[in-house]
């Protein structure tokens, strides 16, 4: 491929709104443009990457025995109600109506599709177990689009689907995944950290993400060094020590005032923050208002939160909700509330003695417990774990560190085939439901965090697995230096007609230019051609990757440019 024919242009400047070094280079370098928020297009060097990542996965995926076909990108939305999740996810899915006032939906994901089609096709055990894939456009109406590719509302993944007899065909269904995931990233170049993780709106028993430390990542991952316990924050247990045993003491009403938090309320009480209790106040979807009460010490995690009361959806409960209640905000607990549902952290509630709201603007309560003094709804496990608390696995300290979801593997079981009726007729001479699986990676964020992995200051540097094309040939001097146009013609094509294309800067361009342009594009090989590099004995060869430049002689680099 000439330069001077690609579509495609560089910017010298980076784009206003890039936060992470991939939606930078990715812009500038020529590779995506942005159409909407969250929506891209790939020109010609960022399709080719994408289609590299995509052939990466397709051999993995073949190798464990899946079988690829193509599902649709709209469904009917009767499907996605059979399953419960038209109405439980919220607008993040698209929704419209066809010409004929059919109700559909945009795609998300294909585990409605998969069941529906298990149903009508599966009739036999002897028809499983088996695996099915695909590479298909999905839209999730994001709230905030970020970071380029790496959280879009429109994009192309890679979704598998095991279907099994039982939870055991299930597992090793799972492993086969697991491991080739494993496979997958380490061949395009990302250091990829298996994390278990929250099932979320795919339901199921069991879930993993793929995860790749990035300081930008918003998700939190929990790991430990000691023993390689790793999890993703939102479902990750926290260990600390236990409270003191103590024998309950009276209630004490104490005057607080100005001590709305619980920073100031420890500093004039001077006591521990852990001998405090916050209750935190959300709404869910159905208008409920949820009353959290974990240690003043700690923080709510909304996930383990929503899990507990089955609930989709939060938002912060406004203070006329809270007061309605019968608590006030900046000085409320749970004592004396009605019409709230009351979680309480397992640690509170093992707890004696805490300082906590007394419900009156500029009061405190001293030695509350719970179970005395009000009565939960629900305890449970509710805190987010923090740096530096003990390792559920072996106690060693953790560390939370962010990362980047690369993909994702879930146990769905039952879920779907179920509530679809797609079912197999067993040897036993009855019918049960498919088993399924369910494992995703997305095609467009897996090119940006091969990028935010592989870049310098000057550019990007592609592994040699993913790039658009295997080098660079920079000729210098144009149609003013016929021979260093010779030889670079003479690699182009000759490479060209081996089947491994190269990209060859044939423009009119400074040398600095060119140069420039190479190392911001970031093939794996830089090859220069210059009368300086003739007069050496070939052609400099520069290892994008490490920056080494070597002289070599044209056949040799023709040779390497030639072989299958």
Request: charged residues 25%; hydrophobic residues 40%.
């Amino acid at each position: 491929m000439r330069l001077s024919q690609l579509f495609f242009t560089t910017l010298r400047d980076d784009p206003a709104d890039a936060e992470m070094p991939s939606h930078r280079l990715l812009v500038r370098a020529g590779y995506v443009r942005q159409l909407g928020a969250g929506i891209y297009s790939l020109l010609p060097l960022g399709f080719r990457v994408a289609k590299r990542v995509e052939q990466v996965i397709r051999e993995e995926m073949d190798g464990i025995g899946c079988q690829e076909l193509e599902m649709p990108v709209v469904h009917p939305a009767d499907l996605w109600r059979e399953s419960g999740r038209y109405d439980s996810i919220g607008p993040e899915m698209a929704r419209f109506k066809d010409r004929a006032g059919r109700d559909m939906v945009l795609a998300m994901t294909h585990e409605e599709v998969v069941a529906d089609l298990l149903r009508d096709i599966v009739r036999s055990y002897r028809q499983l177990p088996l695996m099915v894939y695909h590479f298909q456009t999905k839209f999730r109406d994001e709230p905030r689009s970020r970071g380029g590719l790496i959280r879009v509302r429109e994009f192309v993944m890679k979704d598998s689907y095991s279907c099994d007899l039982d939870t055991a065909g299930l597992d090793v269904s799972y492993e086969k995944h697991y491991e080739a995931y494993s496979r997958i990233f380490e061949r395009l170049g990302l250091r990829a950290i298996a994390v278990a993780s929250d099932v979320g709106m795919m339901g199921g028993s069991a879930a993993h993400e793929f995860m790749v430390l990035n300081p930008a990542g918003e998700d939190e991952l929990v790991l430990c060094e000691a023993c390689g316990f790793s999890a993703n924050r939102q479902v990750a247990k926290a260990r600390v020590s236990e409270p003191p045993a103590e024998e309950s003491l009276p209630l004490e009403e104490v005057a607080t005032p100005g001590a709305a938090t619980i920073a100031d309320l420890a500093a004039f009480l001077e006591i521990s923050p852990e001998r405090t209790a916050k209750a935190i106040f959300l709404v869910d979807g159905t208008g409920r208002l949820v009353t959290a009460v974990v240690r003043g010490d700690m923080d709510v995690n909304e996930t383990k939160l929503a899990n507990t009361v089955k609930a989709t959806v939060f938002r912060p409960a406004q203070p006329e909700e809270i007061r309605a209640a019968g608590m006030w905000p900046g000085y409320a607990s749970p004592i004396g509330a009605h019409d709230t549902l009351v979680v309480v952290d397992e640690l509170v509630a093992r707890s004696s003695n805490l300082v906590a709201g007394a419900n009156r603007e500029g009061f405190h309560l001293r030695n509350v417990n719970a179970g005395r003094d009000y009565t939960p709804d629900v305890v449970a496990d509710i805190v987010a774990a923090r740096e530096g608390d003990g390792c559920p696995s072996c106690g060693a300290p953790v560390s939370i560190r962010n990362g980047i979801e690369v993909g994702n593997i879930f146990k769905l079981g039952t879920k779907y085939t179920q509530a679809l009726g797609a079912t197999y007729l067993g040897e036993d001479g009855n019918r049960h439901p498919i088993v399924m699986g369910s494992y995703g990676i997305g095609v467009g964020r897996a090119v940006a965090c091969i990028v935010e992995a592989h870049h310098d200051v000057k550019g990007i540097a592609w592994p040699e697995q993913v790039a658009p094309y295997a080098a660079h040939l920079v000729s210098i001097g144009g149609a003013r230096e016929p021979k260093v146009q010779a030889v670079a013609r003479r690699l182009h094509d000759a490479a060209a007609a081996a089947g491994r294309e190269v990209l060859w800067d044939d423009r009119d361009e400074s040398p600095g230019v060119k140069l420039t342009d190479a190392e911001l594009l970031g093939m794996p090989r830089i090859v220069t051609i210059s009368p300086r590099s003739l007069a050496a004995g070939g052609v400099e060869v520069t290892v994008r990757a490490t920056g080494d430049r070597s002289i070599e002689p044209v056949e040799a680099v023709e040779a390497w440019l030639t072989r299958s």
